[in-house]
T-cell receptor, first 117, second 113 residues
Framework: AQSVTQLDSHVSVSEGTPVLLRCNYS??????LFWYVQHPNKGLQLLLK??????LVKGINGFEAEFKKSETSFHLTKPSAHMSDAAEYFC???????????????FGQGTILTVHP | DTEVTQTPKHLVMGMTNKKSLKCEQH?????MYWYKQKAKKPPELMFV???????INESVPSRFSPECPNSSLLNLHLHALQPEDSALYLC????????????FGSGTRLTVV
């Protein structure tokens, strides 16, 4: 079984300050991990993904995430927030082949990021 | 072409209507998915098609009927829906089931009246 816990339902930052969105996961098999962003009334856009290569993953728009197996975490960071970053962010896990959840994406509950001027 | 295209973008239907949602991709992906997203909730998986065959059905009510006529197209046929079925319906595709990259469409906003 796989599960995802996003530790904050809302995060509020000022423009130009760092962003940290926290995610912990549980997976029976070596997982693939993703961060998606969803702007209001829009679909999901992939920010970055971890699939067993480098543990520090760089994504689009200056975001990056670090896979820490010992902590079962995959936190999303950005050094300097921009107003356009305001959106909802989902941490997602997918089991690899052989997992009972193979092919299924399990979503966290989402974190709403607010950016103040 | 690196997109998943969903039509229509918005749909309002009565509880006795029959309608269909359409999803199309031309990335050569062999797995396609339907997700349902209620307001302020994460997406929930409904169906997975792999190589045009239904692979996963997450115990979805029969008033939702998926169809995969070819490797590029995925439809969701709707009949006798309830107001609680109002949601954003998202289509996604990936190179294969369980593959490392999933591309989502922008969704169809469905309202059942």
């Amino acid at each position: 079984a796989q599960s995802v816990t996003q530790l904050d339902s809302h995060v509020s930052v000022s423009e130009g300050t760092p962003v940290l969105l926290r995610c912990n996961y549980s997976s029976s098999y070596s997982p693939s991990l993703f961060w998606y962003v969803q702007h209001p009334n829009k679909g999901l856009q992939l920010l970055l993904k971890y699939t067993s290569a480098a543990t520090l993953v760089k994504g689009i728009n200056g975001f990056e995430a670090e896979f820490k197996k010992s902590e079962t975490s995959f936190h999303l960071t950005k050094p300097s927030a921009h107003m356009s970053d305001a959106a909802e962010y989902f941490c997602v896990v997918s089991d690899r082949a052989g997992g009972t959840s193979y092919g299924k994406l399990t979503f966290g509950q989402g974190t709403i990021l607010t950016v103040h001027p | 072409d690196t997109e998943v295209t969903q039509t229509p973008k918005h749909l309002v239907m009565g509880m006795t209507n029959k309608k269909s949602l359409k999803c199309e991709q031309h990335m050569g992906h062999r797995a396609m998915y339907w997700y349902k997203q209620k307001a302020k909730k994460p997406p929930e998986l409904m169906f997975v098609y792999s190589y045009e065959k239904l692979s996963i059905n997450e115990s979805v009510p029969s008033r939702f009927s998926p169809e995969c006529p070819n490797s590029s197209l995925l439809n969701l046929h709707l009949h006798a829906l309830q107001p609680e079925d109002s949601a954003l319906y998202l289509c996604a595709s990936s190179p294969g089931q369980g593959a490392r990259g999933y591309t989502f469409g922008s969704g169809t906003r469905l309202t059942v009246v």
